[in-house]
């Protein structure tokens, strides 16, 4: 049984401040690592993919990944009240079609 | 990434009747995926959509309950059967792009059932 862990939060931080969110899972086979970020009432939304050890940069999103330590997290710099969401991290395979196991989500709130 | 719509956006059903999801994309893709997302919960996937033939279900779903079909790669249905308050989720389809291991979401569709 594939499992991915999150933790569900809330984590509050302030605005401008760094949050960190973060996630382990199961699975050594697994190939690819993905953030999702999910609005209330919305579906998910693709922040960042990551496939090989260390650090990938986006804007103000970096995703993190160490495979030894079966470890991934994303940090969101300067963060903004608009980014107030839950995020999903997702994991799976390195073939098409391969099925992606999600997390349970970390609601992150951010207060002006 | 594929802009994807789905129809309904919501529902609100009758128990033991059925309803149909359509989930159209603007561009042809090889996979295409259906997640169900329970109030509160994160996304688990019911079946990966094969072009042309039998879907592949996931464990602890099963055809007769969720028929689905894609009849080209572009399209694909969902059907959720005989309906219980129990299956009151939002229904989610999913793409692969073409080279990608990224999938992109549709905007779902919101099940009620009463």
């Known amino acids: 049984q594939k499992e991915v862990e999150q933790n569900s939060g809330p984590l509050s931080v302030p605005e401008g401040a760094i949050a960190s969110l973060n996630c382990t899972y199961s699975d050594r086979g697994s190939q690819s690592f993905f953030w999702y970020r999910q609005y209330s009432g919305k579906s998910p939304e693709l922040i960042m993919s990551?496939?090989?050890?260390g650090d990938k940069e986006d804007g103000r999103f970096t995703a993190q990944l160490n495979k030894a330590s079966q470890y991934v997290s994303l940090l969101i710099r300067d963060s903004q009240p608009s980014d107030s969401a839950t995020y999903l991290c997702a994991v799976g395979g390195n073939n098409a079609g391969n099925m992606l196991t999600f997390g349970g989500g970390t609601r992150l709130m951010v207060k002006p | 990434s594929a802009v994807i719509s789905q129809k309904p956006s919501r529902d609100i059903c009758q128990r033991g009747t059925s309803l149909t999801i359509q989930c159209q994309v603007d561009s042809q893709v090889t996979m295409m995926f259906w997640y169900r997302q329970q109030p509160g919960q994160s996304l688990t996937l019911i079946a990966t959509?094969?072009?042309?033939?039998?879907?592949?279900?996931e464990s602890g779903f099963v055809i007769d309950k969720f028929p689905i079909s894609r009849p080209n790669l572009t399209f694909s249905t969902l059907t959720v059967s005989n309906m219980s308050p129990e299956d009151s989720s939002i229904y989610l389809c999913s793409v692969e792009t073409t080279n990608s291991f990224e999938q992109f979401f549709g905007p779902g569709t919101r099940l009620t059932v009463l």
């Open positions: 990551i496939y090989s050890n």
């Open positions: 959509a094969n072009q042309g033939s039998e879907a592949t279900y």
